[in-house]
């Protein structure tokens, strides 16, 4: 039944977003491994769309938040308004108060903006005037972001990064997907009439599921062998952070209910190594966490050199 909804799930996706499925299975693993993702790529590549799509999916709440540079903390998290008639302050909820919530162009924000969404992504919770309000279940956090060296946008601090599981990128589409994309146009005639596949609930099974996939210890310490061998890498200033060593491992057993399994192999660890690891660590020369690429091609270094339990 598990399996079945995260078909019907991808599918669903698949229908409206004509891009790489690689995207789609990523953006399901990391949502079934209870993280965050960040979509970075040119405008116009359908960041947005598949964002949205996922949300469509789901029967659950969804909040969407256009980061501006005038946005301010308040609109994200909500406000204390004062009723006359009760003569007490009543907390109005923001629109981070749903189960999916796309932060559409989060770096377009102003970095005390950015930070405001540190605690719902950390805790699942957020503190209003000292009081503090718990988010729903599921709760994920789909942020997509242009290029840093964009115009207007400001680079992530690296905290923030650090928060989300996974960082994604969507790249140009074939010819025959763009061909689709042109005959169809998905994103203004069937996403708007896209019906939900899969309630709050089954996801939350379905995260209970991740939890409880078996991982044997000799994968474990393949795990810490590759965060070791970044943390001694000359080309990197900044290795991988025991938080990161946690997210490889989450998102290995997510990865391993993705193709029907209960236990993970060393696949599922080296497949997500850059999708979850580029993002945490920084290339020396780099500032703000940058240099993707380089960051990538170090990690890929690393995975030949470190034994894997195969």
Same mark, same amino acid.
């Given at each position: 039944?598990?399996q079945?909804?995260?078909q019907?799930?991808?599918a669903?996706i698949?229908s409206v977003?004509?891009?790489h499925a690689e995207?789609?299975d990523?953006l ?8 965050h993702c960040?979509?970075e790529?040119?405008?116009?590549v359908?960041k947005?769309?598949l964002? %949205?799509?996922?949300?469509r999916s ?12 005038? @946005? ?7 406000v *204390?308004?004062y009723?006359?008639e009760?003569e007490?302050f &009543?907390?109005?909820r ?13 770096n377009r924000a102003?970095?005390?903006t950015q930070?405001a969404?540190?605690?719902?992504m950390s &805790? ?5 005037d000292?009081i503090t309000?718990? #988010?729903?279940?599921?709760?994920m956090?789909?942020a997509t972001?242009?290029p840093?060296?964009?115009q207007g946008? =400001?680079a992530l601090p690296e905290?923030?990064?650090d ?8 790249? =140009?589409p074939?010819?025959a997907?763009? %061909?689709?994309v ?6 203004s005639?069937?996403l708007?009439t #896209? ?5 709050a ?14 991982t044997?210890?000799? @994968?474990?310490?393949?795990?810490i062998?590759i965060a070791?061998?970044t943390?001694r890498h000359e080309? @990197?200033q900044?290795? @991988?952070?025991?938080?990161g060593s946690?997210a490889?491992? /989450? ?6 209910v ?7 192999i060393p696949e599922?660890?080296? &497949?997500?190594?850059a *999708?979850?690891?580029?993002?945490r660590?920084?290339?020396?020369g780099?500032?703000g966490?940058?240099?993707?690429? /380089?960051?990538s ?5 690393v995975l030949t050199?470190?034994?894997?339990p195969?």
């Amino acid at each position: 039944m598990h399996q079945e909804g995260v078909q019907s799930l991808r599918a669903n996706i698949c229908s409206v977003f004509l891009g790489h499925a690689e995207a789609v299975d990523r953006l399901i693993a990391c949502l079934l491994a209870r993280g965050h993702c960040l979509i970075e790529d040119v405008p116009g590549v359908g960041k947005t769309v598949l964002a %949205s799509a996922l949300a469509r999916s789901i029967d659950c709440a969804f909040g969407r938040i256009s980061l501006t540079p005038d @946005l301010l903390p308040a609109d994200i998290l909500g406000v *204390s308004v004062y009723r006359r008639e009760v003569e007490r302050f &009543e907390f109005k909820r923001g629109p981070i108060f749903a189960s999916i919530v796309l932060a559409d162009e989060i770096n377009r924000a102003t970095p005390r903006t950015q930070t405001a969404m540190l605690e719902a992504m950390s &805790e699942g919770a957020v503190t209003v005037d000292g009081i503090t309000h718990a #988010l729903p279940a599921p709760f994920m956090i789909v942020a997509t972001q242009n290029p840093t060296d964009f115009q207007g946008t =400001y680079a992530l601090p690296e905290n923030q990064l650090d928060r989300f599981l996974v960082r994604i990128s969507l790249g =140009y589409p074939s010819a025959a997907d763009e %061909s689709r994309v042109l005959q169809l146009r998905p994103a203004s005639k069937a996403l708007g009439t #896209l019906k939900p596949v899969i309630t709050a609930q089954t996801v939350v099974e379905l995260q209970q599921k991740v939890d409880e996939v078996r991982t044997d210890k000799a @994968l474990l310490d393949y795990i810490i062998a590759i965060a070791t061998a970044t943390r001694r890498h000359e080309g @990197l200033q900044l290795g @991988l952070s025991p938080r990161g060593s946690l997210a490889l491992a /989450q998102a290995a057993r997510a990865w391993a209910v993705m193709r029907g399994r209960d236990y993970i192999i060393p696949e599922d660890i080296t &497949e997500n190594v850059a *999708s979850v690891c580029a993002h945490r660590v920084i290339p020396r020369g780099s500032l703000g966490g940058g240099g993707p690429d /380089q960051a990538s091609r170090i990690l890929s270094e690393v995975l030949t050199k470190v034994p894997s339990p195969a």
